[in-house]
């Protein structure tokens, strides 16, 4: 869906950089829900937030990953000290909670060399 | 391991056709399903979902089957064109959870649609 806007669409970071992807819902939704697509494979959840909050991290690495959705701007997925494994793309959804349908953005993909 | 999945990685189709993508899933509690369409470089957009208490539902061009007797499903497009080729998820939300937005997703179907 084109509410969502995720940034930037590329990024390349070498191993041991930091790397922060953005999103921003669609108007209105409060809920983000951040996903990691290895090439030829499905989306894998990662955390589910609402405004400054964090529902459910169950799908994030304990290290390295964290996530953040302010009340004021985007909400935010930081990779610290990336490692090549980390190359992926990642996609953020949002809704306004419960059972609404979820809009995706189109994705940033991660290269690290 | 998934809860959800898919028989065939690959379908290969002329323009016109009729394409059926299946799915399986092995939690019969399970109550919800979507389709997703991801094309190249994009994010999935959903194309049609269905509830466990229909057999059947029919969006344009596509049709989704559940029979929860063997938990599986089914997408069908009809007379699939070029616009189609895509990678077809299934897709459901986690279980027990309050959220359509936390979604358990298989591991797709590449279909190919040639003119």
């Known amino acids: 869906n084109a509410g969502v806007m995720q940034n930037p669409r590329h990024l390349v970071r070498r191993r041991g950089q930091e790397a922060r992807l953005r999103c921003s819902p669609v108007?209105?939704?409060?809920?983000v829900y951040w996903y990691r697509q290895l090439p030829e494979e499905g989306l894998k959840f990662m955390v589910y937030?609402?405004?400054?909050?964090?529902?459910?991290e169950s799908g994030m690495p304990k290290e390295r990953f964290s996530a953040e959705f302010p009340k004021e701007g985007p909400s935010i997925l930081r990779i610290q000290q990336v490692v090549r494994g980390d190359s992926a793309a990642y996609f953020c959804?949002?809704?306004?909670?419960?059972?609404?349908?979820?809009?995706f953005g189109q994705g940033t993909r991660l290269t690290v060399v | 391991g998934e809860s959800v999945g898919l028989h065939l990685p690959t379908l290969s189709v002329q323009e016109g056709d009729n394409s059926i993508i299946n799915c399986a899933y092995s939690?019969?509690?399970?109550?919800?399903f979507i389709w997703y369409k991801q094309e190249s470089g994009k994010g999935p957009q959903f194309i049609i979902d269905?509830?466990?208490?229909?057999d059947k539902r029919q969006g344009q061009r596509v049709t989704v089957l559940l029979n929860k007797t063997v938990k599986h499903l089914s997408l069908q497009i009809a007379a699939t064109q070029p616009g189609d080729s895509a990678v077809y998820f299934c897709?459901?939300?986690?279980?027990?959870?309050?959220?359509?937005?936390?979604?358990?997703f298989g591991q797709g179907t590449i279909l190919t649609v040639h003119p």
């Open positions: 939690n019969s509690a399970s109550d919800y």
């Open positions: 108007k209105g939704h409060s809920h």
């Open positions: 897709a459901e939300p986690n279980a027990g959870g309050t959220s359509y937005g936390k979604l358990t």
């Open positions: 269905i509830r466990s208490n229909m």
């Open positions: 937030l609402q405004k400054e909050n964090i529902i459910d």
């Open positions: 959804a949002t809704n306004q909670g419960g059972d609404t349908e979820a809009f």
